[in-house]
């Protein structure tokens, strides 16, 4: 498990985009560099509890949350954070996962 979850910071302005741009929407510029954002903010939470194709799925959680730095972004919950609480990211698998902050 890796701390934090990857985003894309423009070199020219600063801003901070996830997924990556082509070319950045605030000063246009087109080089950008990862960053990594440790926290965020649940704004919805859901359940999968199908997946297509797969017999042994075990239900699990979702949500889309805000980071700290900006971005609105999908990831795995590995709690019962709602909606309004402040969750740490990490990466497992390359994939971005939140659980309500320890405090
Ligand atoms: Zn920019």
Redesign the pocket.
Known sequence: MTPGVTIWR?V????GYFPERLL?P????AKFEPDRVHEAVVEEASVIRHMLGQENWQPHRIASVRTSDGQRLTVGLRDDAKPGATIELFEEDAAPFGKAKSL
Not at 26 to 29: E, V
């Open positions: 423009c020219s302005c600063r801003a950045c605030r000063c246009h510029g």
